[in-house]
């Protein structure tokens, strides 16, 4: 039996894509009369701009937690960065983190929530570590017997399906589940797989309700209308993230604490040219890599859309670097999720062939997908 469900509306007034959010006459009939937790951030809100917090209560909704994710709620924290409990200026409602030590909410922080509505903009790369955060939200839901409603939104990298999928062994914060690095989901679709998949301990489901998208479709441009976390400025930057993002596990920067974060890259190590930048401290990035030092790369903000996971930017940079063997770390396994890519790139395999590698996995994963599929 499948333990989800998905709220379908057939009347549709206008053609522009409606969030699960703003497809409000949907959601709010289940919401009415019941106590409420919300894990959302800055990027939850409706056309309108308001934010879904206020949203709801003003249309008397009780609503009585905001459970935040790395960033936090408003979304002006740094990458890793602790963040802390606290209070809503606004409206004075208790935060929970969910981010730090503290990554799924106690049996104490749910006692007296009658049903949990989660409501993140997500930007379809396996590493983002939102989709992670819904995986403990759905366990928790799981365990303590609440019902989770989700407002889905597009995903501006839906088209693209592309990388290694990530190897058990190999699993973190920045890769729970069997998935490519781009997998071109919704996170309405993607938590259908993680219960229709059981991959939540125990193999224990929650009870799901998924508020589809309006007027959207896997062939549509979505630009999101606001930064989904602080070094994702634009749309250059949320659709180059899952390519450059791989320079996170090497010595180059991804011009975190400049402005042009996950559009350019580079390093001290790499070969002097036309272009440099030197990071320093800004917001999203307190003390940044090579903070204050001259970086030699690319800048590819202006770059044609990709549609690929792009491996020639990584590779280049790796043949070119001073010490090899200093450049990569520790952590480029984990946001590999394999350690396979970095093998074959020390060996100077070819990118043709370490694509074709990737080929049976994408195969079987898009079969699995497919029975999740919303859009």
């Not at 003003?58 to 802390?84: L, M, Q, S, Y």
């Not at 044609?304 to 520790?330: C, M």
């Amino acid at each position: 039996m499948k333990n989800d469900s998905l709220i379908k509306v057939t009347s549709v007034s206008e053609n522009r894509i409606k969030t699960g959010a703003d497809n409000y006459t949907a959601y709010l009939p289940i919401l009415k009369g019941k106590k409420i937790g919300i894990v959302t951030n800055q990027t939850g809100i409706l056309s309108d701009k308001t934010h879904l917090v206020d949203f709801l209560l003003g249309k008397n909704i009780a609503v009585k937690t905001i459970f935040a994710p790395e960033h936090g709620f408003r979304g002006t924290a740094d990458a890793g960065e602790h963040v802390f409990d606290g209070k809503d200026s606004k409206t004075g409602l208790p935060i929970i983190s969910l981010y730090g030590e503290n990554k799924k909410p106690k049996p104490e922080q749910l006692a007296g929530i009658d049903i949990l509505v989660f409501d993140l903009q997500d930007v379809g790369a396996r590493f983002y570590t939102y989709i992670s955060s819904l995986h403990y939200i759905m366990e928790a839901c799981a365990e303590n017997n609440i019902p989770l409603l989700i407002l889905d939104r597009p995903n501006p990298n839906i088209t693209i399906i592309d990388g290694p999928v990530l190897e058990k062994e190999y699993a973190s914060f920045v890769g729970m589940h069997p998935i490519p690095l781009l997998h071109g989901m919704t996170i309405g679709e993607y938590a259908k797989m993680i219960n229709g998949e059981k991959w939540l301990k125990n193999r224990i489901q929650c009870k799901l309700t998924v508020i589809p998208c309006l007027n959207y479709n896997r062939k549509m441009d979505y630009s999101l209308p606001i930064k989904p976390s602080p070094n994702l400025p634009n749309d250059q930057a949320v659709n180059l993230y899952a390519s450059l993002c791989l320079f996170e596990g090497t010595n180059v920067s991804v011009g975190r604490g400049t402005e042009k974060q996950f559009q350019i890259y580079g390093s001290p190590y790499l070969p002097k040219s036309d272009f440099s930048f030197i990071p320093k401290p800004n917001l999203g990035a307190q003390n940044p890599v090579y903070n204050g030092v001259l970086c030699y790369g690319e800048d590819l903000s202006t770059y044609p859309r990709v549609n690929q996971l792009e491996l020639k930017w990584l590779i280049k940079a790796y043949n070119s670097t001073t010490d090899k063997s200093k450049f990569f770390n520790a952590f480029f396994t984990k946001l590999a999720g394999t350690k396979k890519l970095q093998l074959q790139i020390e060996s100077g395999i070819a990118e043709k062939e370490i694509r074709e590698s990737w080929k049976k996995g994408l195969l079987e994963f898009k079969v699995m997908r497919s029975k999740y599929l919303i859009y």
